[in-house]
């Protein structure tokens, strides 16, 4: 039995392949759970457990946490990897902060290093401040989100009302003079540290100054150098290399994200699939009846896409009419049964957006752990469920306008798609 040496825990299912897809890129093989694991259950030396604590109650968010650590660090991981969206969605409650000050606590360390940029995906932290592109956070898409809206864009002040111990901050001009003076600035500060980087070459900085850590806090992408940092000391083995499941031609999109691009993606997909639009209104009134059977009537291998995807003025009214939570769960519950009907009716490849609503379909689908397959976009990965379906589950603004055909396409053209 391989003793796990890198343990993370996401707060979502897509967060959790975002960094199972950078982990994977780095060239070591990563298992993908979805929730915590059995006792009993072997592991192997990267393990990503994924939660659905982003929104939850923080006491239940941490006990959650709790429960992975304990899983993890029973099966020897040394190092634990508090993954949280790189546009650091949280509430003014959490649950950033009182998880990771949970896993500070239980781990025995005072201090750890807050890092969400993903430069590759535009997420960048200069002076405190976290960018999306060339917007501050509060001013991006993000101010709108359905769960989590952001409306500030300074993580210190964010951070600070989350948690009990103290935030500190390691500037952008100490990022850039290197690994000493990073560390020699960690040296100098306990707590929260919320770490400033611009592009892939601060992160490495920041990675290699932080690889000892017992906790690091943060985006997929501070994750990414970390392999070839702890393979170059000595503390991993070569990867294995298993041949990826070849699952059926079958071809499904379920959409439940609003985000901006999601939205720009749902458009370009149904100029050539064909499309049914979700109404949380209607839901509420018609039930599934209507979509399920449209679904039943199309040929498993055409392009074709359900999607609850609207406008920030049409999620809004069905939230004022139904409630948040009702209008949510609403749609997520109806793309869940459809990718039962999907699975059911033999589709084998099923693309779903949106964070909450990968995290619904999962559960439907009672997957409980995944291979991590090919990227399709910056961590974005196809993952296998066994070898007869495989999903891909990508959150709010990932990937760009082509993206559900580009996923499909990945699949024929990698010859990763069984014949008929
Ligand atoms: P993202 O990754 O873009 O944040 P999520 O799936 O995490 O997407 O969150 C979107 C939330 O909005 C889900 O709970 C989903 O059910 C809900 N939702 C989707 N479409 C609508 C709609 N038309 N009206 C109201 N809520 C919606």
């Known amino acids: 039995m391989t003793t796990t040496f890198f343990g993370a825990i996401a707060d979502d299912f897509t967060g959790a392949t975002d960094l199972a897809a950078m982990l994977a890129r780095a060239g070591v093989p990563v298992t993908l759970r979805i929730g915590v694991p059995d006792k009993a259950e072997a592991s ?13 109650p923080s006491d239940e968010a941490v006990a959650e946490a709790r429960a992975a650590l304990r899983w993890l660090t029973q099966k020897g991981a040394r190092r634990i990897f508090w993954k949280y969206c790189s546009t650091f969605d949280s509430t003014a409650r959490g649950n950033i902060g009182p998880v990771a000050d949970a896993l500070m606590s239980d781990l025995r360390t005072d201090q750890t290093v807050h890092c969400p940029a993903f430069p590759e995906n535009g997420r960048r932290v200069f002076m405190g401040n976290l960018f999306v592109g060339e917007q501050l956070l509060h001013e991006s898409p993000m101010k709108d989100h359905p769960l989590t809206p952001m409306r500030d864009a300074n993580l210190m002040r964010l951070l600070t009302p989350q948690v009990q111990r103290q935030v500190g901050h390691v500037a952008f001009p100490t990022v850039r003079a ?11 500060v306990q707590g929260h540290i919320i770490v400033d980087s611009i592009e892939d070459a601060d992160l490495h900085v920041v990675a290699e100054a932080c690889q000892d850590m017992p906790l690091l806090c943060g985006g997929s992408a501070i994750a990414q150098p970390l392999p070839a940092l702890w393979r170059e000391t000595g503390v991993m083995s070569a990867p294995v290399d298993d041949p990826l499941p070849t699952p059926g031609p079958g071809r499904i999109v379920l959409s439940g994200s609003c985000s901006a691009m999601t939205r720009a993606q749902v458009g370009a997909y149904l ?8 109404d949380p209104l209607e839901l509420a009134q018609g039930g599934l009846k209507e979509v399920r059977a449209w679904l039943a009537a199309q040929d498993p291998n055409a392009d074709k896409i359900v999607f609850a ?18 209008a949510g769960a609403l749609v997520e519950d109806a793309l869940a049964q459809l990718a039962r009907d999907a699975v059911a009716q ?38 296998f469920a066994g070898n007869d379906v495989a999903v891909a589950l990508k959150s709010g603004n990932f990937g760009t306008e082509t993206f559900f055909a580009d996923a499909f396409e990945m699949l024929s053209a990698g010859g990763a798609v069984a014949a008929q």
Do not use: N
């Open 44 to 56: 192997t030396a990267f393990e990503v457990i994924a939660l659905k604590i982003r929104t939850i």
């Open 178 to 188: 290197g690994v000493a003076p990073v560390r020699d600035a960690l040296s100098r």
């Open 271 to 278: 100029k050539t699939a064909v499309g049914y639009r979700l």
């Open 309 to 326: 995807t609207a406008e920030p003025k049409s999620v809004l009214a069905a939230q004022e009419a139904l409630g948040v939570a009702r």
């Open 346 to 383: 033999g589709i084998g490849q099923i693309v779903v957006a949106g964070g909450e609503t990968s995290g619904a379909v999962t559960r439907a689908l009672d997957v409980d752990r995944l291979r991590i397959g090919p990227e399709i976009a910056p961590g974005v990965p196809w993952c």
